[in-house]
């Protein structure tokens, strides 16, 4: 059996959030629950006792007495307290004072690229937020409404989100280095009563203006009643493109005396956020979300299996336009503070963030795979060159952890660390799988499921894989949960929503991963399974192909796409080369023996061909369908969505791959 990479001190995993919540519940439930594992599965068999012991400690709403769930015809059609009231951003405001925290403490440090700094105190966020709030009053904003922002992650961000959720609207964002067509493309869909932009962003050592295409913006969406505009390269930006626009700052003025005197408690069931689907196959589904249903999820995800406390200081490498920042933001429920980055992981050096680590006393220390991986090709030891004393937690998403980036973790970074990789998405705003405090860390394995999900894998006829480590299959959830989205909107009849999560298994929810168990109860994502590939009848995920490819030093990047070839599919694997390395025959023959003796010959590619770039999401993920649209000769829908859309031009002069 593998030897774990890290295993947690007995009395450091008895004193976790997680274990003392088991002990409390075996207590009060009068259950013998030996570990986690025995707390999860009594979470998910008994959904409603468990989720109440939830809500009670760590929730701030009114919950009336009545059902905890309401079971309808599947999944889809449950729902959660439908007596409760809930507002979302009253329980991240008031999670300093729960925890006995002074107003006076940070609640949020800002830092840019170029470290320009803002620091707002729990008492001033609180400020902000309701003047927010009232400035949205005044303009006739309440339950319903859209409240749309297109800025950097920056505090404004976060007060308008806070200040759009006191008074019951419906808050949505995105990140500026969308263009004008992505943002029509999302915002134009939910039709915002008020839209919040910024002149501009610092990227990678540059300024990039947006005040022009925020009036382009403006413009697209007509029926607006406010604009106001945060400066983010200028304090005062010049205005005079947007008639009628207001600056931050006076908005902030004008709304404080009129400000709420309560925040808006709204149901369960009422929209509260809408987040976007990366769009790449079309226009991106806008997917509504309730703030209590996110509060209950978070508070999960986030003290038990994060063991997030009072006081911690917690960074996670996002921007506003994707559910990482949405997930990062309710951190303040738990009394800890947050460090919001802007700009490139890696200007003005390399170890940029782990600077940050040390400076701020950071705790938690959120990242994607990619960045973790592109740390450990460029030779990054950061156990070498920084403290990193306060550092309990590195978090892994977007993309499946190879791994090397596990044993990149615990030799190069710390060597005593909680390295909890996590995997869920956009359309539950959380986790299906996570990291697990009280339990040993595996090499490429995430730990387990998260409490109250009730996730497997299974096969193609539906069943269920779970004592069979290694078979791969769809990844589940047989049991409701309280962030299942409202909605989509514009969807009024439901069906869209079906056919996304509960076509593939009658009322069950298929999340559209390819997954398998391991022999320790933890899991493996092997990658979307709307990117599998079925080479000669064997489905292979894509995850598969990067885990092997990767480890090479001369690959920086791979990419692989089923190309429909003289009647089957065949494999075509792209690759970024490392500066000096070439694709020759050499190179070539080390990938494919790679892959045929790591994984099988079914996952040789047929082709090999170095591209200079491969297209990516702006959440940072592979665009694997627009490459397969490229090489059959489809058209790309939606370019929008990738951050880099020019990349797609390399696929596109490749001898010899038209079909």
């Not at 409404?145 to 297109?150: E, N, P, T």
């Not at 701020?360 to 030779?379: E, H, Q, V």
Request: charged share 20%; aromatic share 8%.
């Amino acid at each position: 059996m593998t030897e774990p990479l890290w295993t947690p001190d007995p009395q450091q995993a008895a004193d976790t959030q997680l274990d003392v919540f088991r002990r409390e519940v075996a207590d009060a439930h009068s259950l013998l629950l030996a570990d986690s594992t025995a707390l999860h599965e009594w979470s998910v068999t008994n959904v409603g006792p468990f989720w109440d012991e939830v809500f009670d400690r760590w929730v701030v709403g009114d919950r009336q007495p009545g059902p905890t769930l309401v079971r309808g015809a599947g999944m889809e059609h449950s729902s959660f307290y439908p007596d409760a009231q809930i507002c979302y951003a009253e329980n991240l405001l008031t999670g300093a004072e729960r925890a006995g925290i002074s107003g006076e403490a940070n609640a949020v440090t800002f830092v840019r690229e170029d470290d320009v700094r803002r620091t707002l105190t729990w008492d001033e966020l609180n400020d902000s937020a309701y003047a927010f709030a009232g400035f949205l009053l005044s303009q006739g904003v309440g339950p319903g409404d859209r409240v749309a922002a297109w800025l950097p992650n920056t505090p404004e961000v976060l007060v308008a989100m806070l200040g759009t959720s006191l008074v019951g609207a419906v808050f949505t964002s995105t990140s500026p280095d969308f263009g004008v067509a992505g943002v029509l493309d999302r915002f134009g869909q939910v039709s915002p009563t008020v839209l919040v932009g910024t002149d501009g962003y610092v990227y990678a050592g540059k300024s990039q203006p947006r005040l022009e295409r925020l009036a382009e913006v403006v413009a697209g969406l007509g029926d607006l009643r406010a604009t106001v505009v945060v400066g983010e390269l200028d304090s005062t930006p010049d205005l005079r493109g947007l008639p009628g626009a207001v600056n931050w700052s006076d908005a902030l003025k004008q709304g404080a005396p009129s400000k709420p005197s309560a925040p808006a408690r709204s149901p369960m069931g009422a929209p509260g956020f809408i987040l976007y689907s990366s769009g790449t196959t079309g226009a991106p589904k806008c997917i509504v979300h309730n703030g209590g249903g996110l509060a209950l999820k978070h508070a999960v995800e986030q003290r038990l299996q994060s063991d997030i406390k009072p006081g911690d200081v917690v960074f996670y490498f996002t921007t506003c336009g994707w559910m990482m920042w949405n997930w990062l933001m309710s951190a303040l429920a738990c009394g800890a503070s947050l460090v919001l980055y802007d700009g490139s992981p890696f200007h003005p050096k390399p170890e940029r963030l782990w600077d940050l680590v040390d400076e701020l006393d950071i705790t938690f220390f959120g990242t994607s795979a990619k960045y973790l991986d592109a740390s450990r090709k460029s030779n990054l030891t950061p156990k070498q060159t920084h403290r990193l004393d306060t550092l309990r937690t590195i978090a892994s998403t977007g993309s499946p952890l190879v791994d090397e980036g596990f044993e990149y973790v615990y030799r190069a970074i710390k060597s005593d660390l909680h390295l909890a990789s996590i995997s869920g998405g956009t359309d539950i705003c959380g986790c299906f799988v996570g990291g697990d405090p009280t339990r040993p860390v595996f090499r490429g394995e995430i730990q387990g499921p998260v409490l109250g999900m009730a996730v497997d894998v299974r096969d193609e006829s539906g069943a269920s894989l779970k004592s069979s480590p290694g078979a791969r299959g769809e990844l589940v959830c047989t049991e409701p949960f309280p962030s299942m989205p409202v909605e989509f909107w514009d969807d009024a009849d439901g069906k869209r929503y079906h056919r996304a999560y509960f076509d593939r298994f009658s009322g069950v929810w298929a999340h559209g991963d390819f997954a398998s168990w391991t022999s320790h109860g933890g899991l493996v994502i092997h990658g979307r399974s709307d990117a599998t590939l079925n080479a000669g009848g064997v489905r292979i995920g894509t995850a598969e192909i990067y885990r092997q490819v990767e480890r090479l030093p001369e690959v920086v990047e791979a990419l692989a796409v089923g190309q429909e070839w003289d009647d089957d599919t065949r494999i075509v694997l792209f690759v970024k080369l490392a500066s000096g390395a070439s694709l020759d025959e050499e190179l070539v023959n080390t990938i494919r023996t790679t892959l045929r003796e790591n994984c099988s010959p079914r996952h040789v590619p047929a082709r090999i061909v170095a591209v200079a770039d491969l297209p990516r999401t702006r959440s940072n993920k592979l665009a694997e369908l627009a490459v397969a649209d490229v090489i059959h000769g489809r058209e790309v829908r939606n370019k929008e969505a990738l951050a880099n859309p020019e990349s797609l031009d390399y696929f596109k002069e490749v001898p010899g791959l038209a079909t």
